[in-house]
């Protein structure tokens, strides 16, 4: 009985808080001495957070006794914070700040939560206000300004970020820590389903060494951060509103997202609807353009958006938890395969659409028009989350996290107003981070992930079987700080398991050239002769461990430099793994690894051993934050081998196997021209991948300011180029921020970039002319703001290399963008 009590009352002791009997008071100020007011003081493990006044004083009470890490943040100020390690009694703690010449904004991607001068991983951070000049209808080219990412465009209505040459599975994608369980990393017509138009921030991590997000995160991670589950509850109502239009595209877009609660529940609504036509271009769409292609116009890139999330939060001293629901619905035109009629019917449509609109130029009815016509893409998605966090839970750690979310996403590909695919993906995932406190100076947090994901792709275009895909993983970060050295260790241990339905193969191949008819007749005759290969999967299961170690040296306050060493391993994706049929909406056919083609270039009978790709990687930052001017440059090395990549094989796919009569050879010649894909195959090889990206700035006076970046790649196989790797790019830009007025114009250059693939075209250099202004007033407490963005001033036309659709859908042409915004 004894024994039994005195454990219970262990248990009770190791599990209880700690007594809350402290006060620390104390006064932030700058370098000249002049009080902070605004600043934000908070207990590292806890809830507790204060601003200081008008004098920059700060009170804390009830604070714990153990381990009291001091955190002090300010937009313009350098980071601070002071470990007080266990403390008895009261204390006075002050701090000093160092003025910062950007906006130091805490990154919560990265693992400590550090700011972005003392990240160890490259990274940047795009606030809301920079997210709102830069909004774009995609993903991608709404970051694509960002030195070190461009953008896989799609068109105007699909794009994902590029980060340092890599794209799909290599570049992870998440919301608030989670993945966004789209099938954008399956295809690049597959529209990213992260929402920025109400996002507070979106964190840019560069380089492997993420080792909380998943292995295969190589090129980079990218967090989208927003409330939709709040941690705090606001003092008062606060959100903002949105109504723009768009000249290029006749694009119409409207926004609203508002926060509030009261006592200890919190709420969060937001909603947006875009509203698009085909976007003007310079030129034709095509480089080879045929007769009947309109000029000017990107034919069916149009889209119709609309999405809608709540959530609400329970917030106590201990925690808070919360839940989400998110809806999206997105219909979208697929650039660069629509169909056109034959010249007569072209021709006699035109006469006819001239003789009953002449002098009528209603955009909602050529908006109508446009969706019905070609291939479209119909999305609907609806996301479950739930999140939270205990501050303090037990002796030894300083918080819990937990975060899980369960999408159901479908989308159907429509051509001819049927369906001819359907691609359906339900998937839940969840992440456990625990927060511990120091250990002989050593802090992080060690974690575990699972995920599970059932794809299916039913239709004509279903280039992919049915995938269940269960990943599950250990993984932990750990920081300690010798002086002005800050050293951080890492390490993650995946299982991905694949579950794949069986398959067949049905693919005949003849080369990139035009066959004599009599010939071609002959091999029509010998392949419908074939049939189609079965295959049969086991289960494919892949172990993965990664490893990293980095120190970030503020050799001079305000002044730094980062080395990150890591060994990654990354299992194949499903798509690179077990692809195998006609990608109509990249007009490729895609072939996996697990697929050979035999002597005679087609399909062998038998399966492909895969392995994992694993890369050693080097990556150096200098970083330079405070006085009239700054720096960031990173330079990287990643060294690959068994890289994957995707590339030309020369060989155009022939699905036609039906005999033709003589009189009809002619016209089976030219449909087979028009059918044919070519046979894009996944392959391993060693790889080199190296480059940088930099920018700099300087602040001519308190309202001027110029800045400069750019950034470049190579990347190599050991006999050739890798495909699609951006070209050199330079830009500059010159603002001017004012009390009320604000604006910008910058030029981006982008070099030709002839550093090809095998079967790959080069592109031509462009550069690209951009501006904007806004004006700021405030009326009955609600700031106003006017704005104005124009876009490709020039209008030239502009290809992008990173593109399956480069030679097909070029970039839109002039665009000027008009809108009102109101914060309150």
Partial sequence: MFKRKLITTSLVLAFAPAALANTITGTITNEAGNPVVGAQISVEGSRKSVYTDKAGRYTLTNVAPRDVHLHVSSDQYLHGDKDLGAIEGDKVVNFTLTSSSVENILVTATAMQSSILESVTPVSVLGAEELRKNQAPTFGETLKSTPGVHSTYYGPVSSSPVIRGNDGPRVKIVQNGLDISDVSRIGPDHNVAANTSSATQVEILRGPATLQYGSGAIGGVVNVVDKRIPKTVPQQLEGEAEARYSTADNGQFAKVDITGGKGVVAYHVDGFTRDTQDIDIPGFASVAPDDDEPYGTLENSAMDTTGVTGGLSYVQDEGYIGFAVERLDNTYGVPGHSHHHDEEEEHAAHEEDTHDHEDDHDHENEHEEQLEEGTKIDVEMTRYQIAGELYSPVAFLNSIKFAAAHTDYTHAEIEEGDIGTRFNNDSTNLRVTANHIKANGWHGIVGIQASTSDYEAVGAEAFSPPTETDTYALYVVEQKSFGAVTAELGGRVERTKYTVADTQIDLHTGEHEEHEEHEEHEEHEGEAEELPLQFAFDDYQFTSTSLSAGANWEYQQGQSVALTVSRNERAP?????????????????????????????????????????????????????????????????????????QTDTGLTSLDEHEEHDEHAEDEAHDEHEEEGLPVFAFNQSDADLYGMEAEVYYDLDTQWRV??????????????????????????????????????????????????????????SYTLLNANIQYEMMAKGVSWVLFANADNLTDEEARVHTSFLKDKAPLPGRNVTVGVRALF
Avoid: C
Wanted: without cysteine.
């Fill in 707 to 764: 800045d400069v970046f750019a950034d470049m790649i190579r990347a190599k196989l050991d006999n050739q180029d890798l495909p699609r790797i951006p070209p050199l790019r330079v830009g500059t830009k010159i603002s001017y921020t004012g009390t009320r007025l604000s604006g910008e114009i910058g030029a981006t250059y982008n070099d030709a970039q002839d550093n090809t693939a095998p079967y790959e075209s080069v592109t031509d």
């Fill in 573 to 645: 994706s499903q798509q690179e793994l077990f692809s195998g049929g006609a990608h109509l909406a990249s007009q490729t056919y895609e072939l996996g690894l697990v697929f050979a083609l035999d002597e005679d270039n087609e399909v062998a009978s038998g399966l492909r051993e895969v392995t994992e790709e694993v890369s050693t990687n080097i990556d150096l930052t200098f970083r330079k934050y405070t006085g009239n001017w700054g720096y960031t440059a990173s330079f990287f090395y990643n060294q690959a081998d068994d890289y994957i990549y």
